[in-house]
């Protein structure tokens, strides 16, 4: 079954830079999976931050692109998340999730959901 | 960009009854790329429907997911405590590629 588990400083300075680790045990990183980052500011809703694939090919939601950097170590067992220049709104709770697809009948295309998540991990912006 | 709104923000049950849970989507939507989740404080989100009316391994059959277009609901037919929660909305589209709802949560009237 596999688990994943976010580590990182739960605190940063404003305009530094965010770094977190998603710790994937009991499955593979090189599966044909994609591994997400979505978070959580306080009040509000989920916000998809990016995902990768082990073969690194990413994909970043174009609201946070020139900030965001995800990467992949397989020989660690882990996808990370590098977001530069933060503030206050980038407070929140970040949560790893693994992205999986199921064929759809009768369809060339699949349906696409996360499907493990970690329990995320909460990073406050504050001088 | 999709947005999904979802409504009511707060429902107030009782355990035993029925809660509906409403998506709206700004346009119309692909019905195999949307999906349900639920959140309890602190613990991992849970996928509870995917391709809007498909049970996710393991799901109880007293949740159900209907819906196209912009319009899906989510439904749990007699609430079990341990269905106090918030739920999520999720769509898989072009760009961004995922975008969630703001959530329902469902309270213990």
């Known amino acids: 079954q596999v688990r994943l588990q976010e580590s990182g400083p739960g605190l940063v300075k404003p305009s530094g830079t965010l770094s977190l680790a998603c710790d994937v045990s009991?499955?593979?990183?090189?599966?044909?999976?994609?591994w997400s980052w979505v978070r959580q500011p306080p009040g509000k809703g989920l916000e998809w931050i990016g995902e990768i694939h082990h073969s690194g090919t990413t994909s970043y939601n174009p609201s946070l692109n020139s900030r965001v950097t995800i990467s992949v170590d397989k020989s660690k067992r882990q996808f990370s998340l590098r977001l530069s220049s933060v503030t206050a709104a980038d407070t929140a709770v970040y949560l790893c999730?693994?992205?999986?697809?199921?064929?759809?009948?009768?369809?060339?295309?699949?349906?696409?959901?996360?499907?493990?998540w970690g329990k995320g991990t909460t990073v406050t912006v504050s001088s | 960009e999709i947005v999904l709104t979802q409504s009511p923000g707060t429902l107030s049950l009782s355990p035993g009854e029925r809660a509906t849970l409403s998506c709206r989507a700004s346009q119309s939507l692909t019905s195999s790329y949307l999906n349900w989740y639920q959140l309890h404080p602190g613990q991992a989100p849970r996928l509870l429907i995917y391709g809007a009316s498909n049970r996710a391994s393991g799901v109880p059959d007293r949740f159900s997911g209907s819906g196209s277009g912009t319009d899906f609901t989510l439904t749990i037919n007699s609430l079990a405590p341990e269905d106090f929660a918030v739920y999520f909305c999720q769509y898989y589209g072009a760009s961004p590629t995922w975008t969630f709802g703001r959530g329902t949560k469902v309270e213990i009237k």
């Open positions: 999730a693994r992205v999986a697809g199921t064929p759809r009948p009768f369809s060339i295309h699949s349906y696409y959901y996360m499907d493990v």
């Open positions: 009991g499955g593979s990183l090189s599966s044909d999976n994609k």
